[in-house]
């Protein structure tokens, strides 16, 4: 059975929903980290903001490379698919 791809609205939306959740789970991390730093060794907000940025990126990397990895699959079907019906 084939797969749709997705609508470019789809791709958007689901890109939103993914940033949300990464920003979510960033300030959840971030606010349970509050607690355990050492305030006399780096400002807490300079902490936060460095946690945010490597998470944020991290996760950011993944999605696109997982994208990128997706698309080369379904291209690699869709090949196989055109050369099976010649």
Known sequence: MKQKPLSNLETVARGSEFQR???DLTEAFVEDMEEMMLKDLEPYEAYANHIR???CGNLEQFRSRFTRGYQALLNEMKEIES???H
Do not use: A, P, Y
């Open 83 to 85: 050369d099976k019906e």
């Open 53 to 55: 940025h490597q998470v």
């Open 21 to 23: 959740s990464v920003s």
